[in-house]
Structures are given as C-alpha cells and as structure tokens.
C-alpha cells in the first residue's frame, strides 16, 4: 500500500484526472458552431451525437480532444509516479486511479451539472495511454461487438471490459481491479436509458448509420 506521502499524491492525482475530464470537445464543438449538443440530438455531449447533429468532420473533433485527454491523463500519470519514486504497487493505484478520476470528469463534469458524456473516446484514449496496442484491442471490439449485435452500447461496454482485463492482467494490486469494476458498474448506469430505448424498439441501430435500416 502507498505510504502517506504516496495517497497524498494520488488524491492530487485524481482531482488533476477530474480536471482533465472536464475539458470537452463538445464544448469547443459549441463554441465553433453555435450549437449547444446537451440540447440537440441525442442531448449527449459525446463525439457520436457531435457527429449526427454536426457532421463528421465535429464529430472527429469532438472525439480527437476526448482521446487525447485520456492519453494525455495517463501519460501524465505516470510521469508523477516515476518524478516522486512510487513502487510499482502504489504506481500502478495512482495511474488507474488519475485515469478514471478522468473518464468520470469526462461524463460528470462540473460545469454541466454532473451530466456530461458516456466516456466512450476518453474511454479509448486511457487504454491508448496504457499501451497503443491495448487501445487497438479495444477500439476493434468496440466495433466489432457494435457490429455484430447492431447496437452501440454493448461495443461500448467492451471498452470497459478491457479496462477491467487490463487491471486485472497488467496492474499489481487489487486497487486497480478495485476501480476498473466501479467503472464498469458506472458505465451500465450511465446507458440504463439505452438499454430503456432497446426494450421500446426505440434505440438507434448501428446499421441505420449507414443507411441500412435493420428490422428488429
């Protein structure tokens, strides 16, 4: 376990990863375009509904800032453990802790009330920060589980679950297994209207994107 100085730290850590997730794409997609995306479309401030309201080319915006302000939180992360010495027990904690402190300031964001994205790009730039080849393990489930059940969410979800075997595999300690799982269980909270909207019929399909609508 960490020592005093070394929790001292980790809270530092977190409220950074906080801050760090509060800095939204979708906010500076609102200031270039007038448009405020907790209003429109799906009401998300994510990078897809930046993408159905505005275009692609907001929508690769809003998602290029999301992920690279979880690669950044990472990177950043890891810098402060190694500048203040921390074992790699205690390091690993102040990493994962700074990453979802990161992906919850991203998704509750002080500044929009507590209601801000679903995490998905911030989701995919902290497992890029971990390692490009785990972002890409990811980011492919992410599409094929999207894919293959039509709908966005269970891809989504995945991203998550890698979290979760990353932490469990790559990370000494129970901490980080600890706080991927509160993700986890967050992230099926954050999407209970999705899974509402499933039972109705009533939720967008993946091929409807792509102008195949698939019947139910």
Same mark, same amino acid.
């Given at each position: 376990?960490?020592?005093?100085?070394?929790?001292?730290?980790?809270?530092?850590?977190?409220?950074?990863?906080?801050?760090?997730?509060?800095?939204?794409?979708?906010?500076?997609?609102?200031? %270039?375009?007038?448009?405020?995306?907790?209003?429109?479309?799906?009401?998300?401030?994510?990078?897809?509904?930046?993408?159905?309201? %505005?275009?692609?080319?907001?929508?690769?915006?809003?998602?290029?800032?999301?992920?690279?302000?979880?690669?950044?939180?990472?990177?950043?992360?890891?810098?402060?453990?190694?500048?203040?010495?921390?074992?790699?027990?205690?390091?690993?904690? %102040?990493?994962?802790?700074?990453?979802?402190?990161?992906?919850?300031?991203?998704? /509750?964001?002080?500044?929009?009330?507590?209601?801000?994205?679903?995490?998905?790009?911030?989701?995919?730039?902290?497992?890029?920060? /971990?390692?490009?080849?785990?972002?890409?393990?990811?980011?492919?489930? %992410?599409?094929?589980?999207?894919?293959?059940?039509?709908?966005?969410?269970?891809?989504?979800?995945?991203?998550?679950?890698? /979290?979760?075997?990353?932490?469990?595999?790559?990370?000494?300690?129970?901490?980080?297994?600890?706080?991927?799982?509160?993700?986890?269980?967050?992230?099926?909270?954050?999407?209970?209207?999705?899974?509402?909207?499933?039972?109705?019929?009533?939720?967008?399909?993946?091929?409807?994107?792509?102008?195949?609508?698939?019947?139910?």
């Amino acid at each position: 376990m960490p020592e005093p100085l070394g929790w001292l730290w980790i809270a530092v850590a977190v409220i950074a990863g906080y801050l760090i997730g509060n800095i939204h794409g979708s906010t500076v997609a609102g200031w %270039l375009s007038g448009v405020n995306l907790k209003e429109t479309g799906v009401k998300n401030a994510g990078a897809s509904n930046a993408a159905i309201v %505005l275009g692609k080319k907001y929508g690769a915006l809003v998602a290029a800032i999301d992920i690279g302000k979880g690669v950044a939180a990472v990177l950043l992360a890891r810098w402060i453990s190694s500048a203040i010495g921390l074992g790699p027990e205690a390091g690993a904690l %102040l990493v994962f802790a700074m990453a979802a402190a990161t992906i919850l300031g991203h998704n /509750f964001p002080f500044h929009m009330s507590f209601n801000g994205g679903k995490g998905t790009a911030t989701v995919i730039g902290v497992l890029l920060g /971990f390692d490009w080849k785990i972002g890409v393990v990811g980011l492919a489930l %992410l599409i094929i589980v999207s894919l293959a059940t039509d709908f966005l969410v269970f891809g989504v979800l995945m991203l998550y679950v890698t /979290f979760i075997v990353t932490a469990v595999v790559f990370a000494p300690g129970a901490g980080p297994d600890l706080i991927a799982a509160g993700l986890f269980a967050m992230a099926i909270w954050k999407h209970i209207e999705n899974f509402r909207r499933m039972r109705a019929g009533e939720e967008k399909r993946v091929s409807s994107v792509f102008g195949k609508k698939k019947t139910a």
